[in-house]
């Protein structure tokens, strides 16, 4: 099992940028997928991005990609988030996940949640 949390989120101005941090306690992080996941309000959870066990392959959706990076620090069990050019559509609650399987970009392939962070674009 593995308990996540994460932080950085905040109120940055368009076109701003700001770095997530999910910190893994438990067993084993190295053995988790990684996922990055959003919720605004009235709107479904959606991928954001993702990274595999070995950082040697990154995800990403396609509102997010060439603004967002995902990496992870098994050595640190961390996952973080960088968000450059940001855009009032990025506001939302977001969440990292741990997945035991393959690689998804769907929540429901992912085992373990954190409590989210908040982040707001301001236009």
């Known amino acids: 099992q593995v308990q996540l949390v994460e932080s950085g989120g905040g109120l940055v101005q368009a076109g701003g940028s700001l770095r997530l941090s999910c910190a893994a306690s438990?067993?084993?992080?190295?053995?988790?997928?990684m996922g990055w996941f959003r919720q605004a309000p009235g709107k479904e959870r959606e991928f954001v991005g993702g990274?595999?066990?070995?950082?040697?392959?990154?995800f990403y959706a396609d509102s997010v990609k060439g603004r967002f990076t995902v990496s992870r620090d098994n050595a640190k069990n961390t996952v973080g988030l960088q968000m450059n050019s940001l855009e009032p559509e990025d506001t939302a609650v977001y969440y990292c996940a741990a997945g035991k399987g393959s690689w998804s970009a769907i929540p429901s392939g992912y085992d373990y949640w954190g409590q989210g962070t908040q982040v707001t674009v301001s236009s």
């Open positions: 438990g067993r084993a992080f190295w053995g988790y997928v």
């Open positions: 990274i595999n066990r070995s950082s040697s392959n990154t």
